[in-house]
């Protein structure tokens, strides 16, 4: 009976234990962290707005809780003094020119304060000092921000629609190109047609050549004495005119040959592409209207990438794009 | 109406009798343990399977309502707020009401029908020091005990089906457990449990000690003796909630 | 057949009761009892039953308080002692209970262990047992030791009940209705008990009871309650001889039949 009486004792006494033993555990877990046993020291800052920043609030330094809200109260009209416990530890970080902003660990979360920047130059800050404040981003605001994003999507799409719609029904110079396969047949004629032109032109220079070399050899007769045509010839007036005709047909074969150059690497370019793109280029209308469609393309990517990554700040679609990350890593 | 305040004056009586027979000596230590083992060993079982049950429910019934938003990493802080500021105190007291309370009323109840009671005061043993003081203090104080055993198996309930969900680590669910939990948290339900302990211990008591009309007598008062203790139970809860919260 | 002698000594009285008065609410119970016990003296208390009987042995011990009167008991009047008094006089006051209020959670050992170590506390382990053993040979249930009381048969109960309360080897007994519930034969087993406490213990006591016999049994002397009041005391012969007209409508309210009052 003893034994058992015994017994009881130890049992209530091991029950008891294994309470507060979880209750200690608890508390020191809890202290741990909410870091209530760590040394603080007081820093002010104020704010027009608070968005609703509660005392115990999170302080985070480069994303990392270093103190709590203590106190939130007014200052004077339009200014909430804040009162902040900052660990000790933490004080070398922050510096005298650092700023505090009202952030928040999640679109729905905890308003929280951040701090950031500031030079190491000016020395850390010091209790009872009081940081600069910057308002930052809000809910609305990043919504505002969207809003906007998403009216210059809208738009984008709306000419890229247009463009398309147009490309597809065989409007323009870049539809038609890519909708009608007559004019790429006629382009090929064309291309063909230039080049036996161009063939019959080198022949035309070729015996417009030899006509030349037979009036110098002829005028070279001429101008021997001894020759009934000299005299006939020898009259200078006579031999300026042909001289001068001369020249004349001598630079309209200069021309013919550039002519046919032009031709020539006109026809190269063409043949390069398959198809009638190469015409685009040496359309400036087209070229600048493509341009312009680009840039927008650009602009929109970048105000996309923005938006993605204030998305990606959000906590409730965090975890969708750690999935993402995840994912990629797999 | 008149019964109602003639019961609030003699329950006052009774009350302040207990503070002077329980902080006067000599101490009925022995019989207290005994008494705290009773209440331990009586309700230790149930109220484990009762709050491990309870976090595993809790966990599965808000996981969907939280990953509409795609919020179910908050599963386990929502957990603990309900877990450890409502669930652990109120599922504990009610049933440790349902058990040790009825039983305290219904064994006092026999004892006093069939004279035991008297039989202990003419034997030179204080009876309500023997019997209600010590049952009231084991109750009150074994009750912060339980809801701890109760809270923490309840957690850990909800821990197994996150991990099973979510496969959420556990020093990961310890973090984003307490992240929402202050001490005040804590020390309130810590006040809860003394206070239903208290309430629990002298309804039983109560009822028990002032039983009369025989059997009868002794099942009305094991009854009154739940009955009770649940409404007030009920009452402190809201009362305490409501305090803490102006204070928080 | 009165096993009883008449041995007690008048000029030592343990129990007096002067006008004594208790009323529950508007029920008067107890309507001005005076009397004496003496040492040494079995008083037998019969009447009817819810007549305050056993409101007149709890006032006695101090279990109820009384309206007006004084009940002095081995010289202290109940009723102005504190409570350390009080305590220590009931250590002196053996009652066994109508229902012997045996504790149920206990084995019989504790039952009977409980007075002695919750007044003695320097006793030792092997004196306790002696005790123990020793009042439960004096009631004859030595076999009953690890019992629990809801094994007991009801006459064993009372003697548990009465074994419980000599264990503190009280100077006064007070026996509520030691027989009620029982069959002849343990009545008479227990009437028997009574009498060998009053020998062995040299114990004084009030035997509150409705049974004629264990009365005749049991007392030297036999107070019968009316109204509240004791209106005729005496031996059994006496009393039950007598020619009184309360004392015949008594009989015959109890159906008592004459010729066993009077059987030799």
Redesign the interface.
Known sequence: MKLF?NN??V??GI??F???L??MV??F???G??K?FAKTFVVNAFFKDVSGLQS?GNIWLSGVKIGTVKKISFQSDYQVKVTMHIETEAQKYIHKDSKAKIGSDGLIGNKIIIIYGGTPTTGHIEAEEVLAVENGLSTEDMLATLQVSNKNLEAITTDFKSISKKIDSGEGTLGALLNDPSIAVKLNETMVELQSTVANLKVVSENSKKVVSNIQEFSGKLNKPGNAINDFVADTLMYASVNKSLNELQKATGFVNKFAGNLSTASEKLNDKDNAVGLLLNDPASAASMKNTLKNLEYSSAKLDENLEALQHN???R??FKKKEKGKLD | MDTFFVDIYSVSIFILQFFKEAFSGPFEFKEIVNQCYKVGSKSLALVSLTGLVTGIVFTTQSRPSLSVFGASSWLPSLVAIAVIRALAPLVTALIVAGKVGSNIGAELGSMKVTEQIDAMEVSGTNPFKFLVATRIIATTFMMPVLILYTGFVGMMGSFLNVYMNESTSFPAFIKSAFSSIVFLDIYASLFKALSFGFTIGVAGCYQGYNAQNGTQGVGRAANLAVVISMYLIFIEEITIVQIINSIR | MNKVEAKFDTNQVVISIKDLKKSFGTLDVLTGINIDIFKGENLAVLGRSGTGKSVLIKIIVGLLKPDSGVVKVLGQEVDKLDKKALQALRLKIGFSFQSSALYDSMTVRKNLEFPLTRNRRNLTKKEIDDAVEAVLDDVGLPQTIDQMPSELSGGQRKRIGIARTLILKPEIMLYDEPTSGLDPITCIEINNLIVEVQERYNTSSIIITHDLTCAKETSNRVAVMLDGKFFITGSFDEVFRSNNTDIKAFHDYNFINENEIIRE
Do not use: A, P, W
Request: hydrophobic content about 45%; glycine content about 12%; proline content about 0%.
């Open positions: 009486e009881q004792t049992k209530v029950f008891i294994i309470g507060l979880i209750l608890t508390i877990t809890l202290g962290q909410k209530t115990g906590f409730l679609l975890r969708y």
